[in-house]
Structures are given as C-alpha cells and as structure tokens.
C-alpha cells in the first residue's frame, strides 16, 4: 500500500458493478472500471475530474469531488482505496449518477471486481512521496502525526461514546493484504447517528445490508477483529490517495474523519518531495 518507485498499473478490462445510492435518493447506481493511462479520474454524463486534493469539496460525512456541470460528486473515498490499496495507479471510474453506491458499506466488492478485471503494466513508475519533516493535524481531540519513514505504517485508534464502540486500535503497515485485512471493514453508524442524516436530509435511501449498524441492545457480529478501526484506515487510505503519489510515512492517527485527513494531506503535500 505503498513503496518506492511503484510500477503504473491499470486494469486489462472494464468491469462494472451496482449498488445503491443512500444520500440524495436510494435509486441503482452503476460503476465501471475502465482501463486508464492518466491516474485516477471519475466521469459522469461526459465530464470529468481527476481524483486531486484541489478538487475536493466540503460535503458531510464523505469525501466529494468537484465534478463539472452540476453537483459534487459525493462519496469517492471507497473508490480510492480499493485503487490504492491495490496500487492501481491509472483508472478511469465511469458512474450513471453523481454519488458513487455504498454497496456493503466496505471497498470488498470494489477489490473483488477490480481483481477479475485482472491488472496490466503501463511505461513508467510513480515516484512516492517522502517527508522532509514531522507533520501533525489537531482538531478538537481528533490528530494525526506523520513522519518521515521508508515505508508505510499506521497505529489508528478509533474511540466512540456509543459503549459498543468505545475504544478500538490497530496497527497496519506495507506487508498488509488489503484485500483481506482493510477492504472487508464496514461503514458503521449508531441507530442515533442514522436518524440525525435522516433528520438532516443527508440519508434518503439505503438499509441495513449497506452498512454495519450499532444497536444498543444488540452485540454487532464484526467481519475483522477491529473493524470500526480498520474502516477508519480504509478511508484515511481514500482520503490520502488524493494525494496522487503513494506515501511513505509513518502514521499515527487518532479519531479522524474526512476532513481532517483532507487537511493532513494538504500539510503533507506541503512537506513532502
């Protein structure tokens, strides 16, 4: 999930796969995958936008794009890491609708569809980012810390007022399968959280199947050992491919949500060479 001198790769075939969007409406979204050679780009309806930290726009909860010609384009982060985690550099991303689906609230289904679609080599490498300095992000409680470092690690620990989530930490590094230790995790919410987007008008479709929820009453049946944990590091691995460059650093992050790991990219970006 990140090294030096990583090879450009794309996919040897387009593969598509629905779902369902869950903020403006609960209709069928489709996603293609198609073979690229100019880094991560979504299109939709004929415009385009290039996967970058300057297109990125402020929406609730998830990680928007600047897509021309109409709304933002909501919910990338899953979308990107499955190409990161995956280090797929170069794919076009082709949607009929301005929010990309939920699917099961993980990025499995997206890994296990940009794995049929097989891989293939493109001339070239992409040159990884390296810190010159330590760098930290604090925003009430939540912070980030990133240092200089040889290869990619992060310690993320995750901690909630809901007493089903509490307190949860893992620890991830290069040798980490994606596959199966970071893109099974699901988005979570408590059934208080779900009424508040609803009550907010930010969660008009979906169910149950699209995320994991946490009752009160109820013990969740988690996928992973410390899945509220890893989702978060699947999101950070999203937020921080906006970056377009794999990182190495080494990351220490507690609490974060979107925003937070946009603003920790930009700090990067301006630390890094």
């Known amino acids: 999930m990140g090294g030096a001198g990583v090879k450009r790769q794309t996919i040897a075939q387009a593969v598509t796969l629905a779902g369902r969007a869950?903020?403006?409406?609960?209709?069928?979204?489709?996603?293609?995958?198609?073979?690229?050679?100019?880094?991560?780009?979504?299109?939709?309806?004929?415009?385009?936008?290039?996967?970058?930290?300057d297109q990125v726009v402020a929406e609730a909860n998830c990680t928007a794009l600047d897509l021309p010609g109409g709304p933002p384009l909501l919910y990338v982060e899953h979308v990107l890491s499955a190409l990161?985690?995956?280090?797929?550099?170069?794919?076009?991303?082709?949607?009929?609708?301005?929010?990309?689906?939920l699917f099961d609230g993980s990025a499995l289904p997206l890994v296990e569809a940009l794995l049929t679609a097989g891989r293939q080599e493109l001339p070239g490498e992409v040159e990884p980012l390296r810190l010159r300095?330590?760098?930290?992000?604090?925003?009430?409680?939540?912070?980030?810390?990133?240092?200089p470092a040889?290869?990619?690690?992060?310690?993320?620990?995750?901690?909630?007022?809901?007493?089903?989530?509490?307190?949860?930490q893992v620890q991830l590094d290069a040798r980490t399968d994606y596959a199966t230790a970071v893109a099974p995790a699901r988005t979570f919410a408590t059934v208080a959280e779900i009424e508040q987007l609803q009550r907010l008008g930010l969660l008009r479709g979906g169910d149950e199947s699209m995320l994991l929820l946490v009752r009160d009453e109820v013990e969740p049946v988690l996928r992973l050992p410390h899945e509220y944990a890893r989702h978060k590091v699947l999101d950070l691995i999203g937020d921080f491919a906006l970056l377009g460059r794999p990182l190495l650093a080494r990351i220490t992050a507690c609490r974060t949500g979107h925003s937070d790991n946009h603003a920790a990219a930009r700090l990067v970006r301006q630390a890094s060479g």
Do not use: K
């Open 133 to 147: 300095q330590t760098v930290r992000y604090e925003r009430r409680g939540q912070w980030l810390e990133l240092a």
């Open 150 to 168: 040889d290869e990619w690690s992060i310690d993320y620990t995750f901690a909630h007022a809901h007493p089903r989530l509490a307190h949860d």
């Open 84 to 101: 990161a985690g995956l280090a797929l550099t170069d794919v076009d991303v082709h949607l009929d609708d301005r929010e990309v689906p």
């Open 22 to 53: 869950v903020r403006r409406h609960g209709d069928p979204v489709h996603l293609t995958f198609t073979p690229g050679d100019q880094g991560r780009r979504f299109v939709c309806g004929g415009a385009l936008v290039t996967a970058d930290l």
